[in-house]
């Protein structure tokens, strides 16, 4: 058996055991492992909690790409900052937000479909919202022993070189399930910031939401202004580590 097939087998013996009967679980992971373990950087986007509309497998959700529309910002986001990430670290191309929505712009089913199958994504609270996100909820379900001897688990198996924590709360509830590993060379911007996680030699990136916006409206010049901060810390961080 190949290490792919071996990781994929394990994730999905560690998700049928999580899952068992919880018809609200919604599976998640690594999108496509053909494409996943191909790329010179393994990409891992952390988020708080399941959303409602993705059916029962964020992957396939991800995977199929058709029901993503264009003012979905956390998958809009998402799709950009892979595509600008891999270019930067595979080819050494560091493109500008407007070159990756120009790419966007000519097939954007496709273009969910190319650069969110290159990547994993983990929610740290496995099951929808029943009403308004609540974060006393989501913090209880990561801090349950059990989950999170499962989350610690699935993290072990993405095993990913880029980590992605996506609010604050994310971090905090990351930084416990990580305790044993501190942040070196930390990299602060107005809108991400970075370190080198000392036991595994991983770059983490720590933000907002992929949701969020930063005015009334989100505009380009926002986009621009995010998305800048973030190549700004991962360049620091990749000549640093």
């Given at each position: 058996?190949s290490?792919?097939?071996?990781?994929?087998?394990?994730?999905?013996?560690?998700?049928?055991?999580?899952?068992?009967?919880d018809?609200d679980?919604?599976c998640?992971?690594i999108v496509?492992?053909?494409?996943?373990?191909?790329?010179?950087?393994?990409?891992?986007?952390?988020l708080?909690?399941?959303?409602?509309?993705?059916?029962?497998?964020?992957?396939?959700?991800?995977?199929?790409?058709?029901?993503?529309?264009?003012?979905?910002?956390?998958?809009?986001?998402?799709?950009?900052?892979?595509?600008?990430?891999?270019?930067?670290f595979?080819?050494?191309?560091?493109?500008?937000?407007?070159?990756?929505?120009?790419?966007?712009?000519?097939?954007?089913?496709?273009?969910y479909?190319?650069w969110?199958?290159?990547?994993?994504?983990?929610?740290?609270?496995?099951?929808?919202p029943k009403?308004?996100?609540r974060?006393?909820?989501?913090?209880?379900?990561?801090?349950?022993?059990?989950?999170?001897?499962?989350?610690?688990?699935?993290?072990?198996?993405?095993?990913?070189?880029?980590?992605?924590?996506?609010?604050e709360?994310?971090?905090?509830?990351?930084?416990?399930?990580?305790?044993d590993?501190?942040?070196?060379?930390?990299?602060?911007?107005?809108?991400?910031?970075?370190?080198?996680?000392?036991?595994?030699?991983?770059?983490?990136?720590s933000?907002?939401?992929?949701?969020d916006?930063?005015?009334?409206?989100?505009?380009?010049?926002?986009?621009?202004l995010?998305y800048?901060?973030?190549?700004?810390v991962?360049?620091?961080l990749?000549r640093?580590?």
């Amino acid at each position: 058996m190949s290490i792919t097939s071996s990781v994929m087998t394990n994730m999905d013996q560690l998700l049928a055991t999580w899952r068992q009967d919880d018809q609200d679980f919604v599976c998640d992971g690594i999108v496509d492992s053909s494409q996943f373990f191909t790329e010179k950087v393994k990409l891992l986007f952390v988020l708080k909690e399941a959303d409602k509309g993705v059916g029962t497998d964020l992957r396939a959700y991800l995977r199929e790409s058709s029901e993503i529309t264009t003012q979905n910002l956390t998958w809009l986001r998402a799709a950009k900052w892979t595509d600008g990430i891999i270019n930067f670290f595979e080819y050494n191309r560091l493109f500008t937000w407007h070159q990756l929505t120009e790419e966007y712009l000519k097939n954007p089913a496709e273009y969910y479909k190319k650069w969110l199958s290159k990547v994993s994504v983990v929610n740290l609270k496995k099951t929808p919202p029943k009403g308004p996100s609540r974060l006393e909820d989501i913090k209880a379900y990561s801090e349950d022993p059990l989950n999170r001897e499962y989350l610690k688990k699935q993290f072990e198996l993405i095993d990913p070189d880029i980590i992605i924590l996506a609010s604050e709360v994310v971090e905090s509830l990351y930084r416990e399930l990580s305790s044993d590993s501190l942040p070196l060379n930390v990299v602060v911007t107005p809108h991400v910031k970075g370190w080198i996680e000392g036991e595994t030699n991983r770059l983490v990136l720590s933000t907002y939401h992929l949701s969020d916006t930063l005015c009334d409206e989100p505009n380009e010049v926002e986009h621009q202004l995010w998305y800048r901060d973030m190549m700004e810390v991962l360049s620091r961080l990749g000549r640093n580590g």
